[in-house]
């Protein structure tokens, strides 16, 4: 069995199958999908409340495991690995952008985005200048002193890309990254993700109600009842 994916392929998902039991009731979240994304990729999930689509993220993000099928990610065979190993490799190679942000409050956006590197173990010198570029590439190095709470909902959300990105993941998981966001926002944002990927090299794969987002993807996958249409 090949263990390992081109290089150009970020992600590989074949034959995802996933059931949640609730009592005696049994619920097919995932019937058989496969998804081949590519490095600079920019793919929608779309498809109605329970399609599927976050089940379909965190098996993506290393957040859930698929009880059949096949993962790779980064070229790197995903089956069997220990959790210790997938939260090593998570923490490595995804970084993540939510519909509400998810920033830590009591930090300022410097330190926000600067997090991931801390917990990557990177230098102090080194986190400087990536955060500082970072900031400069998303438009908000004006405000890296200031706390999330005193920023509009676009500036909240560069500061979560900026995040997500610092670490140049292979993958970037967005989870309804606009829908709090005004139309003209909404469009930067998603600009801003296709840019910032393409010049890294990260697959980014979004799950989305928006077609302000799914019209700018470079592909859109529709779910419907766990299967993709």
Do not use: W
Request: a negative charge; aromatic letters at 4%; one cysteine or more.
């Amino acid at each position: 069995m090949n263990t390992t994916i081109s290089t150009s392929e970020r992600v590989r998902l074949t034959g995802i199958r996933k059931r949640y039991s609730t009592g005696d009731t049994a619920v097919d979240a995932l019937r058989g999908v496969s998804l081949n994304v590519a490095a600079g990729e920019l793919v929608a999930l779309t498809g109605p409340s329970g399609s599927g689509k976050s089940t379909l993220l965190n098996i993506c993000g290393l957040i859930d495991h698929q009880d059949e099928g096949e993962r790779f990610l980064a070229g790197i065979a995903i089956n069997g690995m220990a959790e210790k190993q997938l939260t090593d490799l998570r923490r490595e190679k995804v970084g993540f952008v939510f519909q509400n942000f998810n920033l830590v409050p009591v930090m300022n956006v410097h330190d926000n985005v600067e997090y991931p590197l801390l917990l990557l173990g990177v230098s102090a010198a080194e986190r400087r200048e990536r955060v500082q570029q970072a900031l400069m590439r998303v438009g908000i190095e004006p405000y890296a002193s200031r706390l999330p709470d005193a920023l509009s909902g676009g500036q909240r959300q560069r500061v979560a890309i900026a995040r997500a990105l610092i670490k140049v993941p292979h993958l970037v998981i967005a989870d309804e990254p606009t829908a709090n966001l005004d139309s003209v926002t909404a469009a930067q944002i998603v600009d801003l993700l296709r840019q910032l990927a393409s010049e890294q090299g990260s697959a980014v794969v979004v799950a989305t109600h928006d077609h302000r987002m799914a019209d700018h993807c470079d592909r859109v996958v529709q779910l419907v009842d766990g299967e993709m249409q």
